[in-house]
């Protein structure tokens, strides 16, 4: 879906009051011509440590991790906004061009090595299951996704109302009857999907466009957004805990807008918002929850007893170290 871009001036006149003037410990990124959308991403994998580690720590030098290693060491020991052209050019994302911040999430990932098991972070095991009405026979479809789509159309949504919503039974009747094998004909079953794994790091895409009319149109309601979110499990009934540190949100409509990071710091528990080349620090921060208009793709960290740490320097190879070494002058 494309977006042209807005007034970037804008956005920033509606937020100044909430931030500080630009924090000076973390380095934005260039605009390279309406890519808001993929700095907005790149911040958000950026901050995460278990995805800095992998990338920073790999001896893969093939594209595209060769050129997000490259981006990330000079995000951390820089002294101004790299550039994101060379990994734009391996990538084929051209300049000029707004995209969709989820297509290109899934793109990015897509295109880093398997064997590096990056997508383990982030791979929902999604299960779909269907169970005829008549003889209970069950046919169970794995639908292994990277980020979780959930409808935000109903009066008032919340996230949380958003999950169940989505894992809530159809009935499957009339028209829509299944075949079933076992019966060896058209059944009323009940629909129904399940998680059977959860990652480490759980992407929730929140649906703000819809058909209509015979096209697009954006949901611009708000929706509330929790701090912490339980997802069930079908065969753990305590589910899953999951806390929010991560947030790319949409400013605009359908044809014109901008992408902006909001995203809380692993290493001194502050919420910063990314913009572009402008970091700056957010007075509001998220408590328990927050009601938004704008959240758009949501990132959240399964609950544990030790707190993520980013690689330091002295555990980095040594090629890597001396590129550090050569940056940081």
């Known amino acids: ?112 090595p398997e064997d590096m098991r990056v997508r383990e972070m982030f791979i929902i095991q999604m299960v779909n299951s269907i169970i005829c009405q008549e003889c209970q026979e069950e046919d169970i479809i794995p639908n292994p996704m990277l980020t979780l789509p959930v409808s935000i159309q109903k009066p008032q949504p919340s996230v949380g109302e958003a999950v169940q919503d989505f894992l809530k039974p159809n009935v499957l009747c009339g028209d829509n009857q299944c075949y079933c094998i076992k019966c060896k004909s058209k059944q009323d079953a009940i629909s129904c999907n399940y998680f059977a794994a959860l990652p480490q790091i759980l992407v929730i895409h929140l649906k703000r466009y819809e058909i209509f009319s015979g096209g697009f149109r954006k949901i611009n309601q708000s929706v509330d957004v929790p701090n912490t979110l339980n997802i069930p499990m079908k065969n753990n009934s305590d589910g899953c805990d999951y806390k929010l540190f991560a947030l790319c949100h949409h ?47 949501l990132m959240y960290y399964k609950e544990q007893p030790y707190k993520p740490m980013f690689l330091e320097k002295e555990h980095l190879s040594r090629e890597l170290q001396s590129r550090i070494l050569r940056i940081s002058k």
């Open 1 to 112: 879906m494309n977006i042209s871009s807005i007034p970037v001036t804008e956005y920033r006149m509606q937020t100044q009051q909430s931030c500080t003037i630009d924090d000076k410990r973390y380095l934005g990124l260039q605009n390279e011509g309406s890519t808001c959308y993929l700095n907005s991403l790149l911040q958000c994998l950026y901050m995460t440590p278990d995805f800095f580690n992998s990338i920073v720590r790999t001896d893969e030098m093939g594209e595209p991790v060769s050129e997000l290693q490259n981006l990330f060491i000079n995000m951390k020991y820089g002294h101004s906004p790299p550039s994101t052209k060379k990994l734009m050019d391996c990538l084929r994302i051209q300049s000029g061009k707004q995209q969709d911040v989820e297509e290109h999430f899934r793109i990015l990932i897509s295109n880093i």
């Open 251 to 297: 400013y605009g409509g359908l044809k014109s807008g901008h992408y902006t990071s909001e995203i809380k710091s692993f290493v001194d528990d502050q919420w910063y918002i990314f913009d572009d080349t402008h970091v700056t620090m957010s007075h509001s921060g998220i408590s328990n929850e927050k009601s938004s208009d704008t959240a758009y793709l």
